[in-house]
């Protein structure tokens, strides 16, 4: 019912969209995604007749994405340039400091050419969905899918170097450094490697010019632990967010609610050991009573981390934003940037956005003895904090919020509030007004609103510069509301702010105005190099990459915060100059 009849004007995704999805993908969602409350106390066979059932992919499709099965094969493979010699956009945020701002020198394309941005190529995803932010390093592109695989592709033609079976889906964007193998006795003394989480909590280190597998640990023993922040790579150390799907699984009575707490794991690059673990809730879990059901209840929990670290080197700083909490009284550091000594993991300082937010999926529509008895307003911190040097020379942090709020912390006085800027006007989407975050130049910064449009704020005082609002699309032929929002991250260029929407429209807007200077709308058909139906569909968490001369975004990102039905893709898009 819930798949095929629209309730308070949501739905869950369409049985036809999940029929396109490998029975490999369903049964993981049975097992720790979405749907592990429903699946409570069905076998492993059973999950598999419900997956195979609903899938019009025949079983073992989730393992037919291998790069050697595609068409369009590399003829060669040499070796590696140094990733730091040309243009790149490495990481989740381009920087340590997760700007989402890309220079000049590696944008290699100006404002005054972004409107003749044309298609160069397109690739097909096999049996999955765009989700994982493009990295692009050496003229070459890594990046995951929730089909477990990821992929090395050639920026200038799409043709394809190597694939990656992982398993578990990867959502994160990925990491490139050099790195030296020491305790790799078939390995060169000094080699490039990515690094990537997946969605069982597993870390990864793979060599960059072949996919070989260098290492893998799992950083969270939590059966529903998972990583959806990329791991930031900083000199030795690579910083692992840690978050999870207890939120969306413990408002069921037959759950023993909740025993996750978020964390930050320091790992060594060259062997994957563990150097620190630090969890954003102090205390460990207790038992608290027991609910009807006879299940046992714990707390504190919560408090997740689903965004990418940032980097201050000049403080030996890492900052990162939490989650709201699971439990009540919510955990002290929930709703928080957070403050880490680089070396030991030491929380240095937190500052607070919204003070007792207990919120669990669920309970917002049908409450259980489970649920909180004060909902929350769900007020994450979902997008990485930027750090940002003023024309002044004064640096500051800048942290927003689901609630739409804006904060600007003082990283030399243990993260005071310097302002604070509502951008909240016309109301909340179900999921947050600003979710995966915006970018920043020296001055500005600019947030994609899932209302359905962008704002920039001045850095120095947090003034509203403008607000551009696009227009809200018209119901399908059935009458139900197209999607509308931006919740995807957005990106940047000196005088162009790139941000991609629900509505499957990619947008580049002025930095001066907010004015539109060229779109592209993804939802249809492409032929793609390797051969393989692709689809374009809304863009709803990573953002676009710049580097080279190009412009990189996948589309089809399938859940669906905002108002009307998502449209599901599995297309990867390659733009450049004409």
């Known amino acids: 019912m819930c798949h095929a009849t629209r309730s308070g004007g949501q739905r869950a995704p369409d ?52 790069a050697k099965s595609m068409s369009n094969q590399c003829p060669s493979n040499p070796p590696l340039a140094d990733p730091s010699s040309g243009p790149a956009w490495n990481g989740w945020g381009v920087d340590a400091a997760n700007t989402r701002f890309q220079k000049a020198r590696d944008a290699g394309i100006s404002a005054e050419q972004v409107p003749r941005f044309k298609l160069k190529w397109a690739f097909g995803i096999p049996n999955g969905i765009a989700y994982s932010q493009p990295t692009i390093a050496s003229g070459r592109i890594f990046f995951g899918s929730n089909n477990g695989y990821v ?37 060169r003394p000094r080699t490039f490697a990515i690094y990537f989480g997946d969605m069982r909590a597993n870390v990864y280190a793979l060599e960059a010019g072949t996919g070989r597998l260098l290492w893998k640990v799992r950083v969270e023993d939590h059966p529903l632990a998972h990583i959806t922040g990329a791991p930031q790579l900083y000199r030795n150390f690579l910083y692992v967010p840690v978050s999870s799907s207890e939120e969306g699984r413990s408002s069921d009575v037959h759950y023993s609610c909740c025993t996750f707490r978020g964390s930050v794991v320091a790992l060594d690059t060259a062997t994957g050991r563990q150097l620190w673990k630090t969890y954003t809730i102090s205390e460990p879990p207790k038992p608290t009573r027991k ?16 965004n990418s670290p940032t980097i201050d080197a000049k403080r030996h700083a890492l900052y990162v934003g ?51 008895t004060r909902l929350g307003p769900d007020h994450d911190f979902g ?5 940002r040097t003023l024309p002044n020379g004064r640096q500051i942090i800048v942290a927003a919020q689901k609630s739409g709020n804006v904060f600007a912390y003082d990283p030399d006085h243990r993260g005071a ?5 509502s951008l909240a006007e016309g109301g909340l989407s179900e999921e947050g007004l600003i ?24 850095l120095a005082t947090g003034e509203r510069k403008w607000v551009t609002r696009f227009e809200m699309p018209g119901a399908d032929s059935a009458g139900n509301p197209r999607p509308y929002g931006e919740t995807a991250a957005g990106s940047a260029i000196a005088g162009v702010f790139f941000t991609g929407g629900w509505d499957g429209i990619l947008r580049a807007l002025s930095i001066s105005d907010g004015k539109a200077v060229w779109q592209y709308n993804t939802v249809r058909k492409f032929e793609t190099v390797n051969g393989v139906a692709a689809t374009g569909g809304s863009m709803g968490a990573p953002g676009p990459t710049i580097a080279g001369g190009m412009l990189f975004v996948g589309s089809g990102y399938l859940s669906n915060p905002g108002p009307g039905e998502a449209y599901p893709g599995n297309v990867f898009l390659a733009f450049g100059v004409e």
């Open 383 to 387: 997008s990485s904090p930027i750090l």
């Open 417 to 421: 509030l310097l302002w604070k800027t």
């Open 151 to 187: 992929y090395s592709l050639d920026a200038a033609t799409g043709c394809v170097y190597w694939s990656f079976h992982a398993g578990p889906g990867v959502h994160t964007a990925i990491s490139i450094g050099s790195v030296k193998l020491g305790s790799v006795k078939d390995a």
């Open 322 to 372: 939490t989650g709201n909490g699971y439990t009540e009284p919510a955990a002290e550091r929930s709703d928080s940037i957070l403050a880490l000594d680089l070396k030991t993991g030491r929380i240095l300082w937190s500052a607070q956005g919204t003070q007792n937010d207990t919120w669990i999926r669920g309970c917002e529509t049908s409450a259980s003895e489970n649920c909180p």
């Open 435 to 458: 979710v995966f975050g915006g970018a920043a130049d020296e001055g500005s910064g600019y947030f994609p609103l899932a209302t359905g449009g962008v704002a920039a704020l001045e």
């Open 15 to 66: 049985l036809s969209v999940l029929s396109k999805l490998p029975p490999e993908e369903i049964v993981n969602a049975l097992t720790i995604g979405s749907m592990s409350e429903q699946a409570q106390g069905l076998s492993e066979a059973e999950k598999r007749m419900i997956a195979e059932a609903i899938s019009t992919q025949p079983a073992g499709t989730g393992t037919s994405g291998n």
């Open 291 to 306: 609910n009807s059901a006879g299940m046992q209840l714990w707390e504190p929990a919560g408090a997740a981390v689903w």
